[in-house]
């Protein structure tokens, strides 16, 4: 097998006497749909911010192999910002959008990172910068097409449906053209029909040859997407494997699956 575009190992974070995260290891391999689930305050979220340079994490290493090739690099000590230049883009489980700016300026935004001359409204603007920020206008406005936000273009963020504002933040962190592209909880809050749509932008997402990385509580959308499953618990990792395999492991099923979930 190729080498993992992200390989995380030992990771642990501690917060005081929390041991948040357990020496945990979680790899991530060229076009996965890679899960990691696991009740409240396992330690997902955690997980997160220490890959993507919130927290600096109390012992492991979080590697990222570029899959068109290139040195393999450490995003560990890195700031959030530096991680997303690398490649690791990521959604939250509270939306954070720039809520009054428009639909398309908070795509724009997230492009900002691959550019070299784009200040949003710069008075003195050279035909060089003219043309990058035609280019960043087109790419975002093809990524609301894809994402189906583009009769929304011109819409404050706010005034979006709520489904439609996960959407945003998805389009958002595609702009950075990730090599892993993280979502926490995207279908946390949406209704049936919602949930629907997002599987499927999940799924088209995934056929364009992105690797994504996600945090849900939808054990249907879990199964439905995942190529791989992690599960945790008090900041261990308790089982991995394919949908089947985790379906049917006893440890699972205690410590997760037999919470009421529907799967
Ligand atoms: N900044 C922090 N300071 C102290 N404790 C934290 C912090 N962030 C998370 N925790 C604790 O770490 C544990 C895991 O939280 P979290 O990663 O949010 O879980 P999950 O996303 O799986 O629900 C919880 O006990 C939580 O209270
Ligand atoms: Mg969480």
Do not use: W
């Amino acid at each position: 097998m190729t080498k993992p575009i992200l390989q995380v190992s030992g990771l642990t974070m501690d917060f005081g006497g929390i041991r948040a995260l357990n020496h945990l290891d979680l790899n991530v391999h060229s076009g996965e749909i890679v899960a990691l689930i696991g009740p409240n305050g396992a330690g997902k979220t955690t997980f997160f911010n220490c890959v993507t340079g919130i927290y600096y994490p109390t012992e492991g290493d979080v590697l990222l192999n570029n899959p068109k090739g290139g040195k393999t690099i450490s995003l560990k000590g890195l700031k959030p910002n530096k991680v997303t230049e690398k490649g690791l883009a990521r959604t939250f489980q509270n939306i954070r959008l720039f809520s009054k700016m428009t639909v398309l300026e908070n795509v724009m935004i997230g492009r900002h990172c691959r550019t070299h001359a784009f200040v949003i409204g710069a008075i003195f603007r050279p035909p060089k910068v003219r043309r990058e920020e035609q280019e960043i206008m087109n790419i975002s406005y093809s990524l609301l097409e894809k994402t189906g936000l583009a009769q929304y273009a011109n819409e404050l963020a706010q005034n979006l449906p709520y489904g439609a504002q996960r959407r945003l933040e998805i389009a958002r962190a595609l702009a950075t053209e990730p090599i892993l592209l993280l979502l926490d909880e995207p279908a946390a809050g949406m209704n049936p029909q919602e949930t629907m749509e997002l599987v499927d932008l999940i799924k088209e997402i995934s056929n364009d040859g992105q690797a994504i990385l996600l945090i849900e509580h939808d054990m249907k959308l879990v199964m439905t997407l995942s190529h791989k499953i992690y599960v945790m618990d008090y900041g261990k990792k308790i089982a991995e494997g394919d949908p089947a395999e985790i379906r049917s492991n006893p440890d699972v099923i205690k410590a997760y699956l037999g919470e009421g979930a529907d799967a």
